[in-house]
């Protein structure tokens, strides 16, 4: 806390690490010696810069921009640029901390990083997010590279500002190589990159349901977000015979007690992707919907609830409310949507929690699928893309199996931490004092 004042989100992300691996490192005296924990939770760098753009009334306009570049022990940087006015280094850091242990667990040779501003591009036109991307591109494509990092989407940076930001580097650079994955599909893109997320969030919970004997069929499932996490994971549940109840965006949820079906799921991807609307729209379309305006979709009962949206987006109050009225399951399609004391409650009611890292890895994993794509110069068929995530997913369950077995019951936060952490830890040891 000290050493990173008033870096919130940072400390929450680092607390709960800590908490899961203070015990391991413990019984490994050599992990200690290593000082790896302070190690890991310090960036190899950090990158600050300015993005001057100009507006579509001709005035100069000014943000801040970062790209974290936490570690890079088992591969080149990798992580998602995020622009959001929320974005800060606090906030960049305990993603990019994040992506560290989540991209070790997808097995893939991939180091952790995060980047992003503060830049706002609800109510900007196309052409103001062009100037904006390109401009960012002019400092970020020093730092960047297909070996060095590899930066892809995020929260409000989809594949529109991937689009522009991967034109300007391809400028810049005088080169046609894999710097940013999420690329559209006539540039070097991963078919199901744009899915990834949402269906192996679902498929990791899937896993950990199946394991009891139990399936996403016919459950009823509450999800926030109506961004590509969330349309993908509502996509996937229906798939699997599952009915969604809900999505959100930060205008508030709607509620259709009749399910979100796959026809009502296409009006979302059109006013979401396309039309940039609010969702408060599809109860204006679809009567039976109700609109709950600035509130969160926990309070609806369900048997499994897919967080998709963002940071904190359940305290406690919420996570008791979802586990009065059943939930049997919980899996982060977003970054650290629990908070410390939300965590707290399901890990201690037992029921089935998928954090993060785990559960979310869908979509960086096939971002490192896109990469080997590139470096092949092949374009790989939808199925063989998703059967890779399908198992990769599977993987990554069985790891955190295998790390968080207690008794007959299996704690995935633990299991996640440690799997994640082995890999990394032993590949800084080897390398000694760097
Ligand atoms: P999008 O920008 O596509 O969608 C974000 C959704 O969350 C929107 O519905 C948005 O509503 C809502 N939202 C964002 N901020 C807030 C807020 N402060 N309060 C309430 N609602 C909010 O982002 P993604 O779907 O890509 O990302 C969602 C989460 O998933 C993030 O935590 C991200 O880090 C994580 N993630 C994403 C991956 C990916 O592949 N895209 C990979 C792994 C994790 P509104 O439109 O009103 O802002």
């Given at each position: 806390v000290k050493r990173n004042p008033g870096e919130e989100e940072f400390h929450q992300a680092v607390r709960e690490v800590t908490e899961s691996l203070m015990p391991f490192i413990l019984q490994h005296p050599r992990y200690k010696q290593a000082q790896l924990l302070e190690r890991l939770t310090e960036p190899d760098r950090i990158i600050i810069f300015r993005v001057t753009w100009e507006d579509d009334?001709?005035?100069?306009?000014?943000?801040?921009?970062?790209?974290?570049?936490?570690?890079?022990?088992?591969?080149?940087?990798?992580?998602?640029?995020?622009?959001h006015p929320s974005v800060t280094q606090s906030v960049l850091k305990f993603l990019g901390f994040e992506q560290i242990f989540?991209?070790?667990?997808?097995?893939l040779p991939m180091g952790g990083a995060k980047g992003g501003s503060n830049f706002n591009p609800k109510g900007k036109s196309d052409r103001e997010v062009m100037r904006f991307c390109h401009s960012m591109m002019i400092e970020l494509h020093r730092h960047i590279g297909e070996h060095t990092d590899i930066p892809a989407g995020d929260i409000g940076v989809g594949s529109r500002?991937?689009?522009?930001?991967?034109?300007?580097?391809?400028?810049?650079?005088?080169?046609?190589?894999?710097?940013?994955?999420?690329?559209?599909?006539?540039?070097?893109?991963?078919?199901?990159r744009t899915e990834a997320t949402g269906y192996g969030c679902v498929y990791f919970c899937e896993n950990m349901l199946n394991r009891l004997g139990d399936s996403i069929k016919g459950k009823s499932v509450c999800i926030s977000g109506s961004g590509n996490v969330a349309i993908y994971a509502a996509e996937m549940v229906g798939k699997l015979g599952g009915k969604v109840l809900t999505l959100s965006d930060s205008g508030g949820f709607v509620h259709?007690?009749?399910?979100?079906?796959?026809?009502?799921?296409?009006?979302?991807?059109?006013?979401?992707?396309?039309?940039?609307?609010r969702i408060s729209e599809y109860a204006e379309k679809y009567r039976k919907a109700t609109f709950h305006a600035d509130r969160r979709p926990w309070d609806v009962a369900c048997d499994v609830a897919l967080p998709c949206a963002t940071q904190n987006e359940i305290d406690?109050?919420?996570?008791?409310?979802?586990?009065?009225?059943?939930?049997?399951?919980?899996?982060?399609?977003?970054?650290?949507?629990?908070?410390?004391?939300?965590?707290?409650?399901f890990r201690e009611a037992n029921i089935l929690f998928g954090p993060a890292k785990a559960a979310n890895a869908g979509g960086v994993a096939v971002s490192g699928l896109e990469q080997s794509q590139n470096s092949l110069r092949l374009q790989w068929t939808h199925d063989e893309v998703?059967?890779?995530?399908?198992?990769?997913?599977?993987?990554?369950?069985?790891?955190?199996?295998?790390?968080?077995?207690?008794?007959d019951h299996v704690d995935y936060v633990d299991g996640a931490n440690l799997a994640g952490f082995v890999k990394i830890a032993e590949s800084m040891l080897a390398y000694g004092a760097v």
């Open positions: 009334e001709g005035n100069f306009r000014a943000n801040r921009a970062w790209r974290v570049q936490f570690n890079n022990s088992i591969g080149p940087y990798k992580g998602g640029l995020r622009f989540k991209n070790s667990l997808t097995g500002e991937i689009s522009y930001l991967f034109g300007q580097y391809k400028r810049l650079s005088n080169t046609f190589v894999g710097t940013l994955t999420g690329k559209g599909l006539s540039f070097g893109g991963s078919l199901v259709d007690p009749d399910g979100i079906d796959e026809e009502k799921l296409s009006f979302v991807k059109e006013l979401k992707e396309k039309q940039r609307g406690q109050r919420d996570a008791e409310t979802l586990l009065k009225n059943g939930c049997i399951a919980v899996a982060e399609g977003a970054n650290m949507p629990s908070t410390l004391e939300a965590m707290k409650a998703n059967t890779k995530l399908k198992s990769i997913m599977k993987e990554i369950h069985e790891k955190c199996v295998h790390y968080g077995m207690k008794g």
